[in-house]
């Protein structure tokens, strides 16, 4: 504990030290700075060229207030927006001028969803209920990328939520025009009340990424983003139609071809025509309901393949569009360590290898405005040769209090049927979970969960909590987290990275912009204590690490370099065998260093590489990960990556063992509607290839058709095996 008292005086002497901090946090102001919007009787081509007369006779906002590299000061290249609307959409026709004109656009590549952090950026951000916790946030680039997203608390993005809603751009000498068309419908808001003005919280910002120079409106201090909505302005003026019925209704149609080889033998082969679909109703403004028939999830992404070393439980995310929206209001989102509920769960066997399983009918059901949120989600999961039919439910009720606080709680309930056949049988397992988000102030956090399990297999209860604090300021950060999971917390519809442990990390860094390197945007020295210990028996020692970074910087352009060094303390009293490696039970205590680079990433070649080496456990490992990325223009990206272990004479026998992690994917857009990308990845370990080949059309608004092509070969069994799919999709979306 000596080390991390002097290690924290260290960061505030460097933190005071600092010539360059930029001012510190502001309050929200009392009084939110107001912005009119004008209806507009002609009609708005949304062509990304501002030409309708319309446009020159509305208010203009100018005042935008910079955030990065510093906080406050002369901006460099000035935004400028207007605001229409008519009886269906709401406009917004946004010039953002650029200092070099078309030759200062940085753009990575044309995808929906795009990184805001590599390419140019506009975006809008809109709290229609005034909830202050929530925004929705419509974000284009100089090429007319799309990304939609929703925000809770700031603290919980949801960046798979799609709207309907168009945008254009044009890119001129000094800079590029975009003109967004936002329908109504895509925004919950309350019916007007009559005599009573409209008026919604409304945040702009942008960033000119060849100067790393963020801009917002209205002001929000550098330590927060744009949907920190209670600093929000006021968008006035509006005269909104009635909510009316609002349906949306998306059919697909597709046909899969599978098959899976040994050797040269066909063991299983699939070849189908399949329909379905989802169902989008807006009930009202504050509810909406969701229906999923014989739901399939083709064009989702696939997950990347990981050697884990560590000895806890690999979290992969979610990548299925139909759990992702919303994912943000169940309790424990947003973690990687304690879920009560993770929706990757619905969907496979209810057996050890967890192969996939279809789904016949899901619903989820939403309604929340400015004081709760009530949240509903039910699947029925179809029977397979290995496993029966499940039934997935979980309920959440959050109460909202105060500006930025809420208080909840969630029930998850899975329900397995018996089967005959299976000699299984019927088995259910239930969690009730409270949890709770404070912020006392704009840069204090709180927040907390505790959940229950009881399942019928076993008859056992567990339990498993987490409580956060933290302090985020222009100057530092500060934060502590605790995690508990007993030994019988048992979520069948969640995640735990590991049973039976106690989790303590204290830790901060300070934030510094110093004068005297100018070269330097930020650099942020700092340290975590990461504690694991039994929660049954709290003497048990398991693991702790001290993980220092003394250099973590960001320079003017973006390229951002890491030193740092971690002592490590393990106690092995279990069976543990990373990646083959067997360890002996005893206590290790080692060292690992981490040297870290990579270059300003919006450039058209950019590059990274991680070097991490020292003792590990009785012998040692070296880890080089290196990554090559090329975009000449942003209708091509081609990137490479590297992964290399290099481990010797560890555990019982003292063994070495070499792993490479080869990975290539090429991007190719016409527009950002129609795109192809492909997906390689070999890994020497199971000596597994596989192929991801998709192609997307955007042929209408959300409207799409697919091509997707996946090929796997495992070449370390003998014969070989190898599984190939193709599957062609087509959607249509169509809102009423």
Known sequence: MLRITVLFCLIYGLNSWSQEQGADNFPPPEIPVAIKATRTTGK?????????????????????????????????????????????????????????????????????????????????????????????????????????????????????????????????????????????????????????????????????????????????????????????????????????????????????????????????????????????????????????????????????????????????????????????????????????????????????????????????????????????????????????????????????????????????????????????????????????????????????????????????????????????TNKYYLGYLNTFITNSYAPDMGFVFQKDVMYHSPGGYAIVRPKWLPFVRRWDPGAFFNYYHDFEDFGNFQQASLYIFPIYTWFKDNSFVEVSFTPTWQNINFNFAPLGLEIEEGDYRYTRFLLRYNSDRSKKLSGSIRYDFGNFYNGTRTTVIAGLRYAPLPHIALSADYEHNNINRVGILQEDLDTDLYTASLRLALNPRVQLSTFYQYNSFDEQGRWNVRFSWEYMPLSFIYLVFNDTQTDVFDPVQRSTQFISKITFLKQF
């Open 44 to 472: 708005i081509a949304i062509d990304g060229k501002l030409n309708e007369p319309e446009w020159q006779n509305t208010e203009v906002v100018t005042n935008f207030f910079r955030v990065e590299p510093v906080q406050g000061g002369e901006i460099k290249n000035p935004t400028t927006v207007r605001v229409l609307y008519d009886d269906k959409n709401l406009y917004f026709g946004v010039f953002a001028k650029d200092s070099l004109g078309k030759k200062g656009v940085r753009m990575q590549d044309l995808r929906r969803d795009f990184n805001s952090g590599e390419n140019d950026v506009f975006g809008i951000q809109i709290d229609a209920q005034n909830t202050k916790q929530y925004a929705a946030s419509f974000q284009t680039t100089p090429y007319g990328n799309q990304l939609d997203l929703q925000s809770f608390n700031d603290s919980n993005t949801d960046r798979d939520w799609n709207a309907l809603w168009s945008v254009r751009t044009q890119r001129t000498d000094e800079g590029y025009y975009a003109e967004f068309a936002i329908p109504f419908k895509s925004i919950r808001y309350d019916k007007p009340i009559e005599g009573v003005p409209v008026e919604w919280g409304i945040t702009f910002y942008r960033l000119a990424r060849k100067d790393f120079e963020k801009t917002v409106f209205p002001e929000i201090p550098q330590s927060f983003s744009q949907n920190r909505m209670v600093y929000a302005a006021k968008l006035t003026g509006l005269e909104v139609p009635p909510p009316s019925a609002n349906i949306r209704i998306e059919p697909y149609a597709l046909y899969q071809y599978d098959e899976n080889k040994v050797g040269n033998t066909i063991t299983d082969k699939l070849s189908e025509p399949k329909i379905g679909g989802d169902v989008k109703w807006a009930i009202n403004p504050n509810a909406v309901l969701d229906l999923t028939i014989n739901t399939d999830f083709a064009q989702a992404d696939v997950d990347r393949a990981v050697n884990n070393l560590e000895r806890f439980n690999i979290f992969f995310p979610e990548r299925r569009q139909f759990f992702l929206e919303n994912s943000g209001i169940w309790a424990g989102g947003g973690n990687s360590q304690v879920r009560p509920f993770f929706s990757r769960t619905i969907g496979l066997e209810n057996t050890f290898n967890a192969a996939p399983a279809p789904l016949d009918v899901g619903a989820r059901y939403t309604d929340r405005n400015e004081n709760r949120t009530i949240a509903a989600l039910a699947v029925r999961q179809r029977d397979t040769d290995n496993s029966p039919a499940s039934t997935f439910g979980v309920a959440r009720y959050t109460q909202n209090y105060g500006k930025e606080n809420n208080v909840g709680a969630m029930v998850t309930y899975r329900l397995d049927d018996s089967s005959e056949d299976l000699g299984v049988s019927s088995q259910n397992n239930t969690t009730i979970s409270i949890d709770g988000f404070i912020r006392p102030k704009p840069e204090i956090t709180l927040s907390y969960l505790l959940s229950t399990s009881l399942d019928s297999e076993t008859g056992d209860t567990g339990y498993a909590g987490r409580v956060f604090a933290g302090a985020r």
